[in-house]
Nanobody, 126 residues
C-alpha cells in the first residue's frame, strides 16, 4: 500500500521558518524523484520544488527560489522542504508527490507524479 504522509505544517508569522517532512512507504523511494506542490484557497495547485532520486538534481519555482530548500534522506524514506522567510502568499496546503524517474532532472509537471500525499496546511500571517 502506497502512503505519503506529510507533517510539519502550522501557523507562523511572516519571516518565520517551517520544515515540512514527507515519509513514504509502499514503493521504492530511491527510484523516485520527489516533489512538493501547494494549493492556496481558490487557486490551482502549483509546483514548488522537486528533487531527483539521488538528491543530485533540484529545481524550484521562481517564487520560492532562495527561500525554500528541498532535501531527501533515502535511508529514512523521507523528503523535506525547509521554508525560510515565509510570506503570507506562501499560505497553502502543501503536498508531496512521487515521480518514477531515474535521471537527475526532476519534473515540475503534476501529471508526471504518480503518488500523492494528503497535504499539510501552512498558514503565514502578516
Amino acid at each position: 500500500q502506497v502512503q505519503l504522509v506529510e507533517s510539519g505544517g502550522g501557523t507562523v508569522q511572516a519571516g518565520d521558518s517551517l520544515r515540512l517532512s514527507c515519509v513514504v512507504s509502499g514503493f521504492t523511494f530511491s527510484s523516485y524523484a520527489m516533489g512538493w506542490f501547494r494549493q492556496a484557497p481558490g487557486k490551482e495547485r502549483e509546483f514548488v520544488a522537486a528533487i531527483s532520486w539521488s538528491g543530485g538534481g533540484t529545481r524550484y519555482d521562481y517564487s520560492v527560489q532562495g527561500r525554500f530548500t528541498i532535501t531527501r534522506d533515502n535511508a529514512k524514506k523521507t523528503v523535506y522542504l525547509q521554508m525560510n522567510n515565509l510570506k503570507p502568499e506562501d499560505t497553502a496546503v502543501y503536498y508531496c508527490a512521487a515521480d518514477y524517474r531515474l535521471n537527475q532532472r526532476p519534473s515540475a509537471a503534476q501529471g508526471d507524479f504518480e503518488y500523492w500525499g494528503q497535504g499539510t496546511q501552512v498558514t503565514v500571517s502578516s
